[in-house]
């Protein structure tokens, strides 16, 4: 399961709508995990056709993203590996192209991409209310969804 | 009376509903478009200190959120009453262009293009980027990934993070450019300017050359006769941050022209019951409604519209394909709302070279990035064009710079009313008595606010055909008889 080469973990959202900016907190306290030296950690509010430069030069990629489904309890984190998962909000970016058409325009344009794309998808309360802080639910749960991820991201995204 | 109803529209950046409503022999009688949705960011920035608005705004939107950044910073200058350094500003037009630049791209190559080049009515399946670069060939789809990815790495060099950008600060920019940075920067600009060359041989090529897609581009629903908006300079060139707002009527007439902080006197916004969305209109000429020709108060800001409201470009090579277009097509004004999309190229090749320009420029690595600021905050506007439109920020500040009230006129917001009208004259052109709603057809509508590069929401011009959209066929009492969906 560990990631043969360099892993790159992305974090998708605005911290300016409240628990939609959880991902930035999250890589704020992974990135400065010793654990994680060798993974690149970045930011982004959107996806599209902006994943193929952020992938290029990764052999692994995990990425972050929140999801509010209603079926999960606030902070559950859901695992897939593509192309198990359905279209998303942030991965695709509806101004230029939704995620499978960025990988099959990578694969077609002869770009090296991650062999493994592995998607975490935390649940989330509120992702409508501007606002910097995020929704109590997820503030209690923080240290708890922090210690899943950075479990996940070692086990797939870790040292061999 | 029939009613379509085509909900949602919209995913990421708002909301928005349409409802087409039908004669029973099954032709448009009127089409709403909607946004449902309120964000309230004017809200949002009250209570903030005025110098952190242009990092705060970035966040309205992950698409164009230099031209906020910019706007902003600009209104954080005029607050304090100051102007940055000739550096300083010249730093901020520069990651501008690679902002326009990158942007300009992705709308044509993946959202406007796969229309002809793939055909408007291709399944859809087909009808976006990867079934573009099928058709062009490898070589141009490389092309666009990279030229798109350099001009973001300029906006991340300059402004710390290419959408959170960090770059302004009240009379001038935070980090300047370094020689090597500018020699790379060349580089690049200059792979730019060719690209846009490309770009529009290649819209030559494809629509200019296709008698069907010509046709289809000046003779189809797509025209709108409404009056046109757009920041000009001193010689009335486009220029996409500085400047003065001009407004040329339906027949190309100069009908006002004003700066920044006069923009209430001249632009009112209308407030219909049914939407979230605002309704610009020209003050001069009032409100009458969603009506087109010189009496109307609806104006559009897109880049037609800029280059309707110019007496030129400001750069070379863009003047001659300026010159180009009109002499093309007849003349100015152009209310053929699909040209938009040359107009767009002809902004990419503007962008590109004064993008050149500025990195050229010796200024560019002054170290004066910064100017005094010894007034008391007060008020102030900015303004800029966004991708999508003339954007305008306004905030009110206490003493201490602390932000006490907020107006924004997003670019979309001003091309409201347009949009509507271009929906309805697009619906009453395709969905006729006798026509069997298909995907090509539920597209061709689609393209109708798509050539808007809209931003209330990027799925109202999400990749051709794909767009998600439930449209319900009623019968006169209302009921549901058979419904679409993708």
């Known amino acids: 399961m560990t990631c043969p080469g360099k892993t790159v973990f992305i974090g998708f959202g605005s911290t300016a709508l409240k628990d939609d900016g959880l991902p930035a907190h999250l890589i704020g306290h992974l990135a400065t995990d010793p654990r994680f030296n060798h993974v690149t950690f970045l930011t982004s509010p959107v996806g599209g056709l902006e994943l193929i430069p952020l992938f290029s030069g990764h052999s692994c990629a995990v990425l972050l993203d929140t999801v509010k489904t209603g079926k999960a309890a606030p902070g559950e984190v859901s695992h897939v590996i593509y192309p198990d998962f359905n279209e998303t909000l942030h991965l695709s970016s509806q101004h230029d192209a939704s995620f499978e058409q960025t990988l099959a325009l990578g694969k077609k344009l002869g770009i090296p991409l991650p062999e493994k794309i592995h998607i975490l998808a935390v649940e989330i309360v509120d992702n409508l209310t501007l606002g910097e802080g995020m929704s109590p639910a997820i503030t209690e749960r923080f240290d708890a969804i922090l210690s899943l991820v950075g479990d996940v991201l070692q086990a797939v995204g870790g040292r061999r | ?486």
Not at chain 2, 45 to 61: A, D, M, N, Y
Not at chain 2, 244 to 268: I, M
Request: aromatic share 8%; charged share 25%; net charge neutral.
């Open chain 2, 1 to 486: 009376m029939k009613q379509y109803t085509i909900d949602p529209i919209t995913r990421l950046e708002g909301h928005g509903k349409i409802d087409i409503f039908c004669t029973d022999d099954g032709n448009v009688e009127n089409v709403y478009f909607q946004v449902p949705e309120l964000r309230g960011f004017e809200k949002f920035c009250e209570g903030r200190p005025i110098e952190e608005i242009s990092q705060i705004v970035t966040k309205i939107c992950g698409v164009c959120p230099g031209c906020h950044h910019m706007a902003a910073g600009k209104a954080a200058d005029a607050v304090f009453g100051v102007q940055p350094t000739s550096a300083a500003k010249k730093i901020r037009e520069l990651f501008y262009m690679a902002h326009f630049v990158h942007s300009h791209i992705a709308h044509f190559y993946a959202l406007a293009a796969p229309d002809f080049v793939v055909g408007p009515d291709a399944p859809k399946a087909e009808r976006n980027i990867v079934g573009l670069i099928a058709k062009v060939g490898v070589a141009t789809g490389t092309e666009v990934i990279s030229q798109r990815r350099k001009a973001q790495e300029i906006q991340a060099l300059l402004g710390g993070h290419q959408t959170h950008v960090i770059l302004n600060i009240p009379g001038g920019v935070r980090k300047g450019l370094k020689e090597e940075e500018r020699k790379d920067v060349v580089e690049k600009a200059k792979g730019f300017v060719e690209f846009a060359r490309f770009s529009l041989k290649l819209f030559n090529d494809v629509v200019l050359s296709n008698k069907e897609y010509l046709d289809l581009v000046l003779n189809g629903p797509y025209s709108l006769k409404i009056h046109s908006m757009g920041l000009v300079d001193e010689k009335n060139h486009v220029n996409f941050y500085d400047g003065k707002v001009r407004v040329v009527d339906t027949e190309g007439k100069e009908l006002c022209k004003y700066s920044a902080n006069e923009y209430r006197e001249f632009v009112a916004e209308r407030v219909e019951p049914w939407s979230y969305l605002k309704f610009p209109y020209l003050k001069k000429i009032g409100w009458n409604g969603f009506t087109e020709g010189q009496t109307s108060g609806v104006y559009q800001a897109t880049p037609l519209s800029r280059l309707n409201a110019a007496d030129g470009m400001a750069t070379p090579l863009a003047q001659e394909e300026y010159e180009r277009m009109y002499s093309t097509l007849g003349g100015k004004p152009v209310h053929a709302t699909l040209v938009m999309h040359w107009a767009r190229l002809v902004e990419l090749l503007y962008a590109s070279e004064h993008c050149l320009e500025l990195a050229l420029d010796p200024e560019i690595t002054s170290p004066d990035l910064r100017a005094r600021i010894d007034k008391v905050p007060t008020e102030g506007v900015g303004i800029v064009e966004a991708q999508r439109g003339t954007l305008t920020h306004h905030y009110w500040t206490d003493e201490k710079g602390i932000v006490t009230k907020a107006n924004l006129i997003v670019g979309t917001t001003n091309n409201n009313a347009a949009i509507c009208m271009s929906l309805k004259k697009a619906a009453q052109g395709i969905i006729k008595q006798g026509v069997t709603v298909t995907d090509g057809i539920l597209n061709m509508v689609e393209m109708a606010f798509r050539a808007y590069d809209p931003c209330f929401s990027c799925a109202t011009h999400h990749l051709p055909g794909t767009m998600p959209l439930v449209v319900n066929f009623r019968d006169k009492d209302g009921n549901i008889i058979r419904s679409l969906s993708r």
